[in-house]
């Protein structure tokens, strides 16, 4: 039903409908916003870069392909259209620029919860654990606990087969359980 | 089981009723192992560590407020709105802008007559959310087709006709209470979030979080916990009804823009949907009413609305004039 909803939604938005526009905003923006400041590390950049893309997104409304769950296409276009502006920003510094390498998501300590009753997740540092994992390992994390998107559409956005969502997914969780010895990671 | 001893931490872990106590999963887990570690003072720490392994690590996601989404979708629409140069929006534009100038120029006239003491209210039409800050610092949001007021030197006694969703400030250093007045019964309040609704000759009330009571017209008073939810008839002088709601979004849903179903029968979906919009329902065969349906519709757009109903439940549904009339596919 949601997806019905992202539907409709979509459609009409197609059809110019500002109303169901606002709705899209509302429900995308907090998210595109928390992944746009992982991406850049900067607020400013991300919120004129949001602006910019949805009105991008409104004035080429009649041009866009249908959809039936719209998460996986805000998402990559907007990583792109984002990844564009930094890279027109960071022209003169820096040649090699690939997408690929650059989307490197940092967790703060503050972002993580854990059993407040005793000391031992306050030794370990979790969110330095976190940190060190690979980059592409961290983006599906990031994706699928903090957006809380599908593996489906992890596949999408991050460009790689569904399998290989699982297996990245798999890996990192292993390899973090092994570190902090838990049963359960991410509710 | 009681017979059992834990005396290192796999001892708890490989007990499963032990899992269950730390996710608190079930009832009789939960009683077994509350009453274990009060009687076991010295395992508490032992406890603890197998509680963390098992509850893991969670992300608190940390995402902007509500707020700043509004202001940023203020900025987009201006921007939206000034790249349209077709006279027909221009129109438009003037239309509201003289609307909201001449309620603007009524609330003056208003506020010159009675001053101090005026009376404030704030009413919404079909298919209208608005979102309100009282002058303590509360948040009301009001439904659509519903009204609130209250005197300006006293804005924490509310009057309500209609439905709104109430996030009460708690004045700690004064403990002043918060009312809400209706037709049936009054709510009692310090600081909390609830939801009421007079719609249909009769107030509902659902308690989100903190503690509240309710003064019914009959004298009886009533202590709400969190997730009660109550529905009062001074009418029928009669409790409809008393029951607790597991998924708050099922009552409070509509603040966010959209209507949340549940295995809720088509008939009484469309009852919400006739509130929300001022439709009349009718229906053209009886099957159809008794039609399941789950998921969500948005509560300020008719036509998106009708599409989402018609896809997920096989009807078709016509709009005319003021009705919405259901048939069978």
């Not at chain 1, 003169?92 to 997740?121: C, G, Y």
């Not at chain 2, 509201?96 to 208003?110: P, W």
């Not at chain 2, 303590?136 to 309500?160: P, Q």
């Not at chain 2, 409070?252 to 919400?272: D, I, V, Y």
Request: net charge positive.
């Amino acid at each position: 039903m949601d997806k019905l909803t992202d539907k409709y939604i979509w459609k009409s938005l197609k059809e110019g409908d500002l109303n169901a526009f606002s709705v899209l905003f509302e429900s995308y923006y907090p998210k595109l916003h928390s992944y746009g400041l992982k991406i850049s590390k900067n607020k400013a950049v991300t919120e004129d870069s949001l602006q910019d893309f949805f009105l991008y997104v409104y004035e080429h409304r009649e041009n866009l392909s249908d959809l039936d769950t719209i998460a996986p296409y805000l998402f990559t276009s907007y990583k792109r259209f984002l990844l564009k502006v930094m890279k027109k920003n960071e022209k003169l510094k820096q040649t090699d620029f690939s997408i690929e390498n650059f989307v490197d998501i940092q967790f703060t300590a503050e972002e993580l919860m854990t059993n407040q009753e005793t000391q031992r997740f306050k030794d370990k540092n979790i969110s330095k654990l976190l940190n060190k994992l690979p980059k592409r390992q961290k983006e599906a994390i990031y994706l699928k606990y903090y957006s809380g998107l599908k593996a489906t559409e992890i596949s999408e956005i991050m460009n790689i087969n569904y399998q290989s969502v699982v297996n990245t997914l798999h890996k990192a969780i292993k390899s973090l359980k092994e570190e902090i010895s838990i049963i359960k990671l991410f509710n | 089981m009681i017979k059992k001893k834990y005396n290192n931490i796999n001892d708890f872990l490989e007990d499963a009723s032990f899992k269950n106590w730390a996710l608190q999963e079930n009832g009789t887990d939960i009683n077994f192992w509350e009453f274990w570690v009060a009687k076991n003072p010295e395992k508490k720490e032992l406890v603890n560590k197998a509680k963390d392994l098992v509850l893991g690590i969670s992300f608190d996601k940390q995402f902007i407020s509500k707020d700043k989404v509004a202001f940023e979708w203020s900025k987009l629409e201006a921007k939206i709105q000034t790249k349209k140069t077709k006279p027909k929006r221009k129109l438009r534009f003037l239309k509201q802008f003289s609307v909201a100038a001449s309620i603007l120029l009524l609330v003056s006239i208003g506020f010159y007559f009675t001053n101090n003491n005026s009376k404030i209210t704030h009413k919404t039409n079909y298919g209208e959310i608005l979102n309100i800050k009282l002058q303590d610092g509360s948040d009301v949001t009001l439904n659509s087709n519903s009204s609130l007021s209250y005197y300006k030197n006293e804005s924490r006694k509310i009057w309500l006709s209609g439905e709104a969703f109430f996030e009460v400030d708690k004045k700690t250093v004064t403990n002043a209470k918060f009312w809400v007045v209706t037709d049936d019964l009054s709510v009692e309040v310090y600081g909390t979030s609830f939801n009421v609704n007079t719609k249909k000759k009769k107030t509902d009330v659902f308690l989100e979080e903190g503690n509240i009571w309710l003064k019914l017209k009959n004298g009886t008073d009533k202590k709400m916990i969190p997730g009660n939810y109550i529905s009062y008839s001074s009418d029928k002088n009669e409790i409809l009804e008393d029951i607790n709601v597991f998924n708050a979004n099922l009552k409070t849903s509509w603040k966010n823009g959209s209507l949340l179903f549940e295995n809720l029968s088509l008939e009484k979906a469309m009852e919400k949907i006739e509130e929300s919009y001022g439709y009349s329902i009718i229906f053209e065969d009886e099957i159809s009413k008794n039609t399941l349906i789950t998921g969500a519709v948005p509560i300020t757009n008719i036509n998106i609305c009708i599409k989402a109903i018609e896809k997920s439940v096989d009807v078709i549904i016509n709009k005319k004039d003021n009705n919405l009339i259901i048939s069978k596919k």
